[in-house]
């Protein structure tokens, strides 16, 4: 007759080593690098459909380092590169309120944006310290199957410049960035629902008509990046109003705009968390006595 002793304890991890478990994993998968595309595509959805920028806030760091370590694993793994350049570049411009933190986030956001730009389009890279003309004619022969990649670099190098604003050598890299960005409008007008047309709308109102700003030129970005989200981009109207309505002292345009996206419902395929930020800005932005 058998006899049965206690039962067997199996030592499953505690919870705080979910991570490295999953890390294991990835490394002795024979798929590891499909894996590893689809947890990064999940993370990077997670963090967008999310409502709560709080819960976004304090949680993004796990899933940065995440990507860090699936990266040391593939080095040159180019999605991995631009969604980690993606979720370090949103989490410092939106998420990070320290001037020091955003800096250093924002440069290992553009340094991943870099490396993954560089295995598709190594001239762009090898002129970035060259004249504008010739940085200007590798962006101008890049292949338009590689729009992902060049678009990752313009933003996260803009976002770069943005909190390096102190800096004006790094001000003086700006045109290059926005380079990138009308590479990607001039082959792709509506790419990433117009986001690409939103951050050109930022930075072609950076100065006022009298200093030799073109306003009515990022007024023309903003609406084609609402035009192009069909008005679900509610970022999009938060900075029409912010960049371009008060460069203009146009008041009517920028509460209607407010007013608009306070009214809009904030759930959206991957823009639920920047429509909740913009909520929360609009009606900073309504409180102000700007005008």
Not at 41 to 58: G, K
Not at 149 to 159: D, E, F, N, P, R
Not at 171 to 190: C, F, H, N, S, T
Request: net charge neutral.
């Amino acid at each position: 007759m058998l006899k049965f002793g206690k039962p067997l304890r199996i030592p499953f991890p505690e919870p705080r080593f979910s991570g490295a478990l999953l890390l294991l994993i990835l490394m002795l998968s024979g798929c590891a690098s499909t894996t590893a595309h689809r947890l990064a595509a999940n993370l990077s959805s997670a963090m967008l459909n999310q409502n709560d920028p709080e819960t976004v806030r304090t949680g993004a760091p796990a899933y940065l380092l995440l990507l860090d370590s699936l990266i040391v694993e593939s080095p040159d793994d180019r999605k991995l590169l631009t969604a980690a350049a993606r979720l370090y570049g949103a989490y410092a411009g939106a998420l990070v309120s320290d001037p020091n933190r955003s800096k250093r986030l924002s440069t290992q956001s553009r340094n991943y944006a870099r490396r993954a730009l560089c295995i598709q389009e190594p001239r762009i890279c090898d002129a970035e310290s060259d004249s504008f003309d010739i940085f200007a004619a590798a962006v101008d022969d890049s292949s338009p199957d590689h729009l992902a990649a060049v678009y990752t670099q313009g933003v996260s190098w803009a976002g770069w410049v943005q909190t390096h604003a102190d800096d004006w050598s790094a001000l003086a890299e700006l045109p290059r960035a926005e380079y990138l960005l009308q590479r990607v409008v001039d082959i792709q007008p509506g790419y990433d629902r117009g986001r690409a047309q939103l951050y050109l709308g930022v930075l072609r109102t950076q100065l006022p008509p009298a200093l030799g700003g073109k306003p009515e030129t990022g007024r023309y970005h903003f609406e084609r990046a609402i035009e192009y989200s069909k008005g679900r981009d509610l970022m999009a109207k938060v900075e029409f109003a912010r960049r371009y309505s008060r460069l203009v002292f146009d008041q009517s345009l920028h509460d209607r705009l407010l007013r608009e996206v306070l009214a809009a419902a904030v759930e959206e395929p991957d823009l639920t968390l920047s429509n909740t930020i913009a909520q929360q800005q609009a009606r900073i932005l309504l409180s102000e006595d700007y005008f």
